[in-house]
C-alpha cells in the first residue's frame, strides 16, 4: 500500500524559504513521476509542480521562478524548495505520483496528512 508522508512545513514571513519533504513507499519510486499539489483555505486543491522519472520538471505559473521541485530516487524522496514566499502560498500542500500519461493528473485518491505552510508577517 502506497504511503506518502509530508513533511517540512510552517510559518514564515514574506520572502522566506521552506523546504518541503515527500517520502514515499509502497511504489518504485524511481519510475513514478511525482508531483506537489496544494490547497489554500477555502479554495480547491491545485496542482503546483512535477517531477518526471527521467528528472524533467514543470511549474504551475503562480508559482515558476520561486519554487523548485526535485527528487532523491536513493531515498525514495521528493522535495520543493519554495524560496520568495508570499501569502497567497499558504496553503496544506501534499504530494502524490503522476499518473502515467499526465504531468498533472495524481495517481492515487488517498493522501497524505498534508504539511502547511503560512505565509504571513
Known amino acids: 500500500q502506497v504511503q506518502l508522508v509530508e513533511s517540512g512545513g510552517g510559518l514564515v514571513q514574506p520572502g522566506g524559504s521552506l523546504r518541503l519533504s515527500c517520502a514515499v513507499s509502497?511504489?518504485?519510486?524511481?519510475?513514478?513521476?511525482m508531483g506537489w499539489y496544494r490547497q489554500g483555505p477555502g479554495k480547491e486543491r491545485e496542482w503546483v509542480a512535477v517531477?518526471?522519472?527521467?528528472?524533467?520538471?514543470n511549474y504551475a505559473d503562480s508559482v515558476k521562478g520561486r519554487f523548485t521541485i526535485s527528487r532523491d530516487n536513493a531515498k525514495n524522496t521528493m522535495y520543493l524548495q519554495m524560496n520568495n514566499l508570499k501569502p497567497e502560498d499558504t496553503a496544506v500542500y501534499y504530494c502524490?505520483?503522476?499518473?502515467?500519461?499526465?504531468?498533472?493528473?495524481?495517481?492515487?485518491?488517498?493522501w497524505g496528512q498534508g504539511t502547511q505552510v503560512t505565509v504571513s508577517s
Open positions: 517531477v518526471t522519472s527521467s528528472g524533467s520538471t
Open positions: 509502497g511504489i518504485i519510486f524511481r519510475i513514478n513521476g
Open positions: 502524490n505520483a503522476i499518473r502515467l500519461g499526465s504531468l498533472a493528473v495524481p495517481m492515487f485518491n488517498n
